[in-house]
């Protein structure tokens, strides 16, 4: 199955291409994302392979922040081992998902994982990635399944929670003040 997938980014004033591949094997996303923030353009582009799990094995992102550009590769044992361009990540063991800011892709990733029952919540660990500061740091997230539908979000410490609304795939229709799904076709692209 694929889907060529576009967010509209509202507080980062953002558009994103997403093309998004699942097969038996797992999941492989390439995206581009544009937009403008506190008066800087940017650009981050990103690609995601996923075991059949939705366990992230590797990732990379690009990115242009005004005249700055930056490449990072993370790859991933499966059981949160992260290396950095090859170099071992310490303080990154024991994350499984990621999470990267301009993107509301990265919660389909805990969502499809841990496949929650209605009304149970799941505290995780995640790798994430704040693109517009420039940094890569652990954070705690946790999920909690209201329908069929819907995810409450929330960072731990609680300073920030939203409910999340996604279609029968786990993708992000509607992230409120954040990200509002404007397109999706399925597609052939090789």
């Known amino acids: 199955m694929q889907a060529n997938?576009?967010?509209?980014?509202?507080?980062?004033?953002?558009?994103?291409?997403?093309?998004?591949?699942?097969?038996?094997?797992?999941?492989e996303v390439n995206s581009v994302i544009i937009g403008m923030y506190k008066h800087k353009i940017y650009k981050a582009e990103y690609s995601i392979i996923t075991n059949a799990n939705w366990e992230t094995i590797s990732f990379e992102l690009k990115t242009q922040l005004s005249d700055k550009r930056n490449v990072s590769r993370f790859s991933n044992d499966g059981k949160g081992n992260w290396s950095k361009n090859g170099i071992p990540v310490n303080e990154l063991k024991g994350c499984i998902d990621i999470d990267i800011s301009l993107t509301p892709f990265t919660n389909t990733l805990p969502i499809n994982r841990i496949r929650l029952a209605i009304l149970e919540s799941r505290q995780i660990d995640v790798l994430y990635l704040d693109v517009l500061n420039q940094q890569v740091r652990s954070a705690t997230q946790k999920y909690t399944r209201v329908s069929q539908?819907?995810?409450?979000?929330?960072?731990?410490?609680?300073?920030?929670?939203?409910?999340?609304?996604?279609?029968?795939?786990?993708?992000?229709?509607n992230y409120p003040e954040l990200f509002i799904r404007t397109a999706m076709h399925e597609t052939n692209y090789k």
């Open 5 to 27: 997938i576009l967010w509209t980014g509202l507080a980062y004033y953002s558009l994103e291409n997403c093309v998004f591949t699942r097969t038996d094997t797992g999941t």
């Open 149 to 173: 539908t819907e995810y409450k979000y929330e960072n731990v410490p609680n300073d920030f929670e939203a409910i999340i609304t996604v279609d029968e795939l786990g993708l992000v229709v």
